[in-house]
């Protein structure tokens, strides 16, 4: 299937393209990171922007829309299928993942992830995470608090 | 331990999918279909055609009168009690929606008055007159990275802005509108300052550290020293707010880590007489403190259950007011006494207390209330705000605030009263009471 062209940004297809082209892949790897399943990752996020463009232009800002849309996806399979810790990727297929991080990360809760993932990867603060994930600020700083310390020991387990 | 942000930065290797084409086929299979084309009259397309145009042109009128720039009216005259609210009734009404802000731009978090203005500081920096219009000044300051400042505050050579930049970060000037940074500490020592707060001879900031809390200290603002918790008062705890009292400071939080229950986390308070020497006292179990402020004559403390961080159901639902969050006063800072609980909008199933501020006439708490969505998945929250001149008494204020300036605002996240002015922030915008209405020029 070929790559359709990007459309023009004053439209609001167009919008939500040019959202899909900055943002996509970071998105997409904090849901994996979130979640520990790649399948969940593109899901989410596609339904997100699959909502956004439903919208047709009624978003006031659709990158964070999209950002809370597909974390809330998220959790909504991950409760579905009651998966918190990861198996890794299915046999036979071919991701690379920092495993030593990855296989830390999945001790610690789902929430504590994406918080430890938008903090340190994304360098979002601790008001703009709670904004995304759907939380408040005080949790955020209570799952990086907590978060650093259960990844730190679990790194120092997994390095052994 | 290892430098995390380049383990993090480990996953930018991982290639994501291209789902472009995807996306759009499940945005199309879905989509409504477009109403029928119906053919009218020639009458009636030529009356809607005319019709339109003596809108289009009303309105227009309207907008260019509207075009020139609007004079304040006179200030109105502070209550004699110090603060800019006379009673309960005065903050149900009032209420402008603060302009010039963007949502395009990240954060409101802290607004100071200075000088004859005003400055607010969060993802950026904005300064005003009159605390209803602003204007951007810039960027946070030296990085093009995500800086975010945290909290505001007037000391040292001017103003002093604490927050983050992929590690603690410090920044000062001298009119709100020029910026320093003197601190950006180390990522793995201090990851976030969140509050600070200047006293007669010393400016003290607090945030997070590797162990527990972090606190720093500086004589003029330029130059920081971390302190040394050789009594362990900081260690396993987050502190979220400090302010100057009397003589000394207070800082409010929490203290308990490790374990998934909520309820092994206890609301903190830490006291000092000089910023330098701390003392922890613990006030009540299964909450955290967010904010604690001076409020008659001594202090007042907001805190909400503790956060349990673990699992999908990382709130236990309560149905208990005095089991959704409390607040507390104190004299000294040593003795706590738990006052009544506001009344929150039943059903809910979390509240969060973030702001508080004497603001005169009492004490205004903001905050937000919490349903979980379908499935217990999605969370809503909304706005929250209530007013109490004796602590014993709430007064719900929320529906004061315009929403439809804000429709997406969600939690507030912090108050400020000023001389003149109150401030009630959320995360993209901003809420300000006391401001004259504008007036129109003659034209």
Partial sequence: MTRSEPTQRSTPHGQVEAVYREHFAHLWRALLAYSGDPDIASDAAAEAFAQALRRDGDLRTPERWVWKAAFRIAAGMLKERSRFVALGPAPGAEWPVPFELHDALMQVSPRQRAALFLHYYGGYSPGEIAELIGSTPSAVRVHLFRGRKRLSRSMAEVSR | ?443
């Fill in chain 2, 1 to 443: 331990m290892t430098d995390l942000r380049e383990r993090f930065d480990e996953y930018r290797q991982v290639e994501a999918p291209d789902l472009w084409d995807r996306i759009e086929e499940m945005a199309a299979a879905t989509a409504l279909q477009p109403p029928p084309i119906r053919r009218r009259r020639p009458l009636v397309v030529a009356l809607t055609a005319f019709l339109s145009v003596l809108l289009v042109g009303f309105a227009l009128y309207l907008l260019r009168a509207d075009a020139e720039p609007l004079a304040p009216a006179d200030e109105p005259a502070p209550p004699a009690n110090g603060g800019p609210v006379s009673t309960a009734a005065d903050l149900l009404d009032g209420w402008q929606a603060a302009e010039g802000i963007g949502r395009a731009l990240r954060e409101a978090n802290d607004v100071v008055a200075f000088e004859d203005g005003f400055v607010l500081a969060g993802g950026a920096v904005w300064v005003s007159d009159d605390g209803v219009r602003w204007e951007w000044v810039r960027r946070l300051p030296l990085t093009d990275s995500h800086g975010y400042i945290e909290a505001i505050t007037v000391g040292g050579p001017g103003l002093v802005a604490v927050g983050g930049d992929f590690g603690a970060a410090v920044s000062v000037s001298p009119d709100g509108r020029a910026w320093t940074r003197v601190v950006h500490g180390d990522y793995e020592a201090v990851d976030v300052m969140y509050d600070v707060a200047a006293g007669e001879d010393l400016i003290v900031a607090i945030g997070s550290g590797s162990e527990g809390a972090a606190l720093w200290t500086s004589p003029d603002g330029a130059t920081w020293t971390q302190l040394d918790d050789d009594a362990g008062v900081f260690h396993d705890a987050f502190v979220s707010s400090v302010t100057r009292f009397r003589s000394g400071f207070v800082a409010a939080g929490g203290v308990g880590t490790g374990s998934c229950a909520g309820l092994e986390a206890s609301a903190a308070v830490w006291t000092s007489p000089d910023g330098l020497a701390w003392t922890r006292t613990l006030i009540a179990t299964g909450m955290t403190l967010d904010d604690v402020a001076a409020w008659d004559e001594g202090l007042l403390a907001i805190g909400s259950a503790a956060d349990t961080g673990c699992g999908p159901d990382y709130l236990q639902p309560k149905t208990r007011n005095d089991d959704l969050a409390g607040v507390w006063a104190s004299p000294d800072g040593v003795a706590w006494e738990r006052l009544s609980t506001p009344d929150f909008p039943a059903p809910v199933d979390a509240v969060w207390l973030r702001g508080a501020a004497d603001v005169g006439a009492g004490v205004l708490v903001v905050g937000g209330t919490m349903r979980f969505g379908p499935g217990d998945v999605g969370e809503e929250w909304v706005p929250f705000a209530s007013f109490s001149g004796d602590g014993a008494t709430w007064t719900d204020v929320t529906s004061s605030f315009d929403r439809s300036a804000f429709p997406e605002a969600g939690w507030l996240s912090g108050v400020v009263a000023t001389e003149s002015r109150v401030f009630v922030n959320w995360y993209g915008g901003l809420w300000v009471w006391g401001a004259p209405p504008p007036v129109a020029t003659g034209s």
